[in-house]
């Protein structure tokens, strides 16, 4: 029952900016790390940023610098901010977060959205 909603995906040319949002719904207790992935055509699935219910943040090393992941814990939304954006930065990108969906239950789950389309022309 919880689900992961992407938006924010989209096509921009070399150096421009796009932010993904991903908003949790459904029954949770309490959402944990969450986190977003890409992957590139023709590549394996690959971690580009986490951030755990704290605000701890970490970063793939091809990102450093360029892109930011943050979150509204009051709105169980997970945003990553993109910039100086590169072609090889082109793939579809995955938000995914661990959820504990029950009071009685400490066992988590960990759920992936569908994915947002990012295109970025040389």
């Known amino acids: 029952q919880v689900q992961l909603a992407e938006s924010g995906g989209g096509l921009v040319q070399a150096g421009g900016s796009l932010r993904l949002s991903c908003a949790a719904s459904g029954r949770i207790f309490r959402l944990n790390a969450m986190g977003w992935y890409r992957q590139a055509p023709g590549k394996q699935r690959e971690l580009v940023a986490t951030?755990?219910?704290?605000?701890?943040?970490n970063n793939a090393d091809s990102v450093k610098g360029r892109f930011t992941i943050s979150r509204d814990n009051a709105k169980n939304t997970v945003f990553l901010q993109m910039n100086s954006l590169k072609p090889e930065d082109t793939g579809v990108y995955y938000c995914n977060a661990v959820v504990r969906t029950s009071i009685s239950a400490y066992s988590t789950l960990e759920i992936w959205g569908q994915g947002t389309l990012v295109t970025v022309s040389s």
């Open positions: 951030i755990t219910s704290d605000g701890t943040t």
